[in-house]
DNA sequence: CGTTATATTGAAGTGCGTCAAAAAGTGTGG
DNA sequence: CCACACTTTTTGACGCACTTCAATATAACG
């Protein structure tokens, strides 16, 4: 069941067997989510987080205009609300953008973690920090990158992710929104991100259509994008 | 010393006389940094981290262009690059804008301090995940919100922060920082962060000149720029 | 097969960028 | 005190990336 969070974990550091047994003992109540519910409402109290087991969740904020922006979108094996543990509520909404599965961790077991569990402490800590890390690089792409280039920073960062977790096929994956979400992901409009992403498929570097991402020419993709994978922390670091 | 940082904790959760002994024997080898000297280099190893006892520094990324995009400013108190303990290097580099004032908590010592001080940890682990609930906040400012809304909001959330450290004067405060940095943090250029700040001054919201904030009417900043301070957790909630 | 969601295109408007120059402020040395 | 260099702020003119509004096309679906 959590074996894509281990997958992410162990690629960063070992995990012993009785810190994986504590990790399994720590996650409970597998419940299946569909579509578009909104999971989390910003304010609400928690006294667990979710671990997504497969699907595609975000965490988004909007303003008074109707304009959304989401700030971050999670992937099978993502603690995704882990942060709320130590928040103890959220500044902004959760929801489900694809039919998921997810699975719970309780507060009071993450607490008892902290005290017992102090290698696996900072390990979870790590994975807020690289959320975080996300952040910062979407900052650079809404505040910089042009509209062509934050479509193809967008589409890099996940072919990343994805495949950390074993979800790509060569380079190609499974992406399911439409083109109004992955605009505010980016910041831009529909019509906007219907042109950009059109010019990417023109240019012959990537295609997104039905919910998949066919990337043609990934060099290009990344050289358009200025990707540099640095922010996604992969190399092996033991903390 | 560590005052700030300590006002800023306990406001959030009771810090025990022994845990601030903790923190004040984990602080150590203060030191004067001048304004815009760059402080951690992207991709450096780390084995300390960065608390800022007085000045302004910031965490940046810049495009190949020469685009910058300051993704955090940082205000005494804070403890600047904390979530370098578990990322041992970090993504982005950090300068100082104004001279500054710093000191150093070696990763050793907060490698020791997860093991003794589960309570402890969980706020440090709190304070880099408030951190990333400003990069989302201003992920929605650099999206969704116009110019001068952004330029209104950097003012409010600056207004907060420092409020929280002592650092303000009625509503007035020192930014000793310049147009184009200013720019660099909201994602517009200097021309047109003048402009807006112009928009904001003629409404009479606010003025800033010559390295200070002086607010005017503070409730029309606070709905220009539609601030909503939750994302500040500055709310008591034990952890 | 009709209904609704999504994608796509066109035309026109605008917020912000770019380029260039002037004005104002700041610091240094004589 | 002024002279000078340098930084920062401010303004103007113009261009363009993106938005807005509107319509059509295409796909998805019960």
């Not at 399994?24 to 999971?39: C, G, H, N, Q, Y």
């Not at 809404?142 to 960062?157: D, F, I, T």
């Amino acid at each position: 069941m959590i074996e894509r969070l281990l997958r992410k974990l162990a690629a960063r550091d070992d995990i012993s067997p009785e810190e994986e047994a504590t990790l399994t003992d720590l996650i409970t109540d597998v419940e299946d989510v569909p579509a578009r519910k909104t999971v989390i409402r910003k304010g609400e109290r928690l006294n667990r987080s979710i671990l997504l087991l497969d699907g595609l969740m975000c965490r988004y904020k909007d303003l008074r205009n109707g304009r959304r922006q989401i700030t971050a979108l999670h992937v099978p094996g993502d603690f995704l609300d882990l942060h709320g543990f130590t928040l103890k509520q959220l500044d902004h909404d959760v929801m489900s953008l694809a039919p998921s599965r997810v699975a719970y961790a309780s507060h009071e077991k993450l607490t008892r973690l902290t005290e017992t569990h102090p290698h696996l402490t900072r390990m979870l800590w790590f994975s807020t920090n690289l959320d975080a890390a996300m952040h910062r690089e979407w900052e650079l792409t809404l505040g910089q990158r042009n509209g062509s280039a934050r479509a193809a920073h967008l589409l890099c960062e996940l072919r990343e992710r994805l495949d950390i977790v074993g979800m790509l096929s060569g380079n190609d994956f499974d992406l399911p929104i439409n083109q109004t979400e992955m605009g505010e992901c980016i910041g831009l409009t529909v019509v906007h991100t219907n042109r950009v992403l059109r010019e990417l498929r023109e240019e012959g570097a990537a295609t997104f259509a039905k919910g998949r991402v066919i990337i043609q020419d990934l060099e290009k993709l990344k050289s358009w994008a200025e990707f540099d994978p640095s922010y996604l922390y992969l190399g092996r670091e033991p903390c």
